[in-house]
C-alpha cells in the first residue's frame, strides 16, 4: 500500500536559517502535492501546491520541489522565524475517479530565537 | 468571517452514546470532507460529498454516517461511540473534489472527541 513519510523527528533549527522539510513516497504516482501547515489545536491551513510536471514553486519565503524520479517533495522556509514553528504536513493526491488527498505523517518544525 | 466552521469545539461522552457533529462553510464550494485526526497527529480522509452526493467512503464503519442537507452543510453522526473513536475530527471543503491539482482544502478548527 501506498506510504508517504516525512522527517519522523521533530526539525530543530536557529532562527534566520533555512528549514528543509523531506515528503517521501513510496507505492504511490501523484499526479499534485500540497502542503499544509497546523497550529496546535487548529485546523490545517494550505501553504503551496505543485504538480506532477512542475520542478519548483515559489510563495514569499516558501519554496517546494517535486521530483517524481525520486519520489520526493522538499519543502524550503528561508530566514525561517519562532512564528515558524509549527507541524508541516505534506499530501499528495493523483486525480482520477476517487481523487482525494492523501498526507503524510507531519513533522514538528522548531525555530529557536 | 469563518470560512469553515464546526460545532462542538469539544466534545466528551460515554461509550456507546450516540453524538453529532456540524459543520458548514460559507466559501460556496461544492465539496466537503471529514478528516479523522489520531493521537499521532496522522490526518486521514473519512468521506467527501460532492453537491450532497457521496463521493468518497474510506471502509469507515458504519456506525458513522455523514449527512449533507445541503452544499453548505455537513453533519457527522456516530452511533454506539467506541473508545477508538476518541481523537480530532477535521471538516474540510473545497471547490471541486475533481481540481484538487488546482485548489486547495480549508479546514474547520477541529473537534475533539473523547470517548470515556
Known amino acids: 500500500s501506498q506510504k508517504i513519510e516525512q522527517n519522523s523527528e521533530a526539525l530543530n533549527i536557529q532562527e534566520g536559517k533555512t528549514a528543509t522539510l523531506t515528503c517521501n513516497y513510496t507505492n504511490y504516482s501523484p499526479a499534485y502535492l500540497q502542503w499544509y501547515r497546523q497550529d496546535p489545536g487548529r485546523g490545517p491551513v494550505f501553504l503551496l501546491l505543485?504538480?506532477?510536471?512542475?520542478k519548483e514553486k515559489r510563495k514569499e519565503r516558501l519554496k517546494v520541489t517535486f521530483d517524481t524520479t525520486l519520489k520526493q517533495s522538499l519543502f524550503h522556509i528561508t530566514a525561517s522565524q519562532p512564528a515558524d514553528s509549527a507541524t508541516y504536513l505534506c499530501a499528495l493526491g493523483r486525480g482520477g475517479a476517487t481523487n482525494k488527498l492523501i498526507f503524510g505523517t507531519g513533522t514538528l518544525l522548531a525555530v529557536q530565537p | 468571517d469563518t470560512a469553515v466552521s464546526q460545532t462542538p469545539k469539544y466534545l466528551v461522552t460515554q461509550m456507546g452514546n450516540d453524538k453529532s457533529i456540524k459543520c458548514e462553510q460559507n466559501l460556496g464550494h461544492d465539496t466537503m470532507y471529514w478528516y479523522k485526526q489520531d493521537s499521532k497527529k496522522f490526518l486521514k480522509i473519512m468521506f467527501s460529498?460532492?453537491?450532497?452526493?457521496?463521493?468518497i467512503n474510506e471502509t469507515v464503519p458504519n456506525r458513522f454516517s455523514p449527512k449533507s442537507p445541503d452544499k453548505a452543510h455537513l453533519n457527522l453522526h456516530i452511533n454506539s461511540l467506541e473508545l477508538g473513536d476518541s481523537a480530532v475530527y477535521f471538516c474540510a471543503s473545497s471547490q471541486d473534489w475533481q481540481l484538487l491539482s488546482y485548489n486547495e482544502q480549508f479546514f474547520g478548527p477541529g473537534t475533539r472527541l473523547t470517548v470515556l
Open positions: 460529498y460532492n453537491n450532497k452526493e457521496l463521493i
Open positions: 505543485i504538480r506532477e510536471n512542475e
